[in-house]
């Protein structure tokens, strides 16, 4: 029902991008956890891989050992579809032998594609090859092109309803966590809210209490000066 690419960025940050004709399937379907991982689980999803997941990676485990521990307590595991990535190394993919046609996935070093109930194999190949070709865009641009272009390659083979991106660096909290639950064109209108975080979410979050500041700005002239320089930035780096 579903396709996403979970990928890692050189700045040790994770990113998921989500696309499906399913409501809110951003809500379930995405985890991630700083320092540790991120994964998306899919088809008949199981919503307890994400925490279940994550804390093997967590513990240690490595990625493929992580896999084989959530399919081995999961007697539907032939409906699911996951794909998981650890903080270092490859990743590592499940699609199950009753998941819907068409399934599959495709593994890089520092990211993965999945999807099922797919118009072809080209929508995942499609997915990865705009990932790769967008390397000099910001993480969060280069997961929605990558997501426009599976779904220029004909996306789910049943329609459009939600999508969802989430980046998560290095604080406990996600950096950016954007869904559109319901919508004629999902990813067009994720990407209107992208661009509208832009102009003052991003910069405020910027300022918040966090792990290396746990105050964070209170200064509501200082606050304004850095969403003032960081739009100038944007404006600096526009093409």
Request: proline content about 5%; some cysteine; charged content about 20%.
């Amino acid at each position: 029902m579903t396709w996403s690419i979970v990928a890692r960025d050189g700045q040790g940050r994770f990113g998921v991008a989500i696309a499906s004709r399913f409501l809110a399937v951003g809500a379930l379907c995405v985890h991630t956890r700083r320092d540790v991982g991120a994964l998306s689980t899919q088809a008949l999803m199981n919503p307890l891989y994400g925490a279940a997941g994550l804390a093997l990676l967590a513990d240690g485990v490595p990625a493929v050992q992580a896999l084989q521990r959530l399919l081995a307590g999961d007697e539907g595991r032939a409906h699911r579809q996951v794909h998981l990535l650890p903080a270092v190394g490859a990743p590592v993919a499940h699609t199950g032998s009753q998941c819907i046609d068409w399934c599959g996935h495709q593994l890089f070093d520092d990211f993965s594609v999945a999807g099922n109930m797919l118009a072809g194999p080209q929508v995942i190949e499609e997915t990865a090859q705009a990932y790769r070709d967008s390397h000099r865009l910001p993480f969060a641009e280069r997961l929605l092109v990558a997501m426009q272009a599976g779904e220029a390659a004909g996306g789910d083979k049943r329609g459009k309803q939600a999508a969802a991106l989430r980046l998560h660096a290095d604080e406990d909290h996600p950096q950016l966590d954007l869904r559109v639950d319901d919508h004629a064109e999902p990813l067009a209108e994720l990407q209107r809210i992208y661009r509208k975080s832009l102009e003052r979410y991003q910069p405020f979050i910027g300022c918040l209490a966090g792990r290396h500041d746990p105050v964070g700005l209170t200064d509501r002239a200082a606050i304004e000066a850095r969403i003032e320089r960081f739009q100038a930035a944007l404006k600096d780096h526009a093409p």
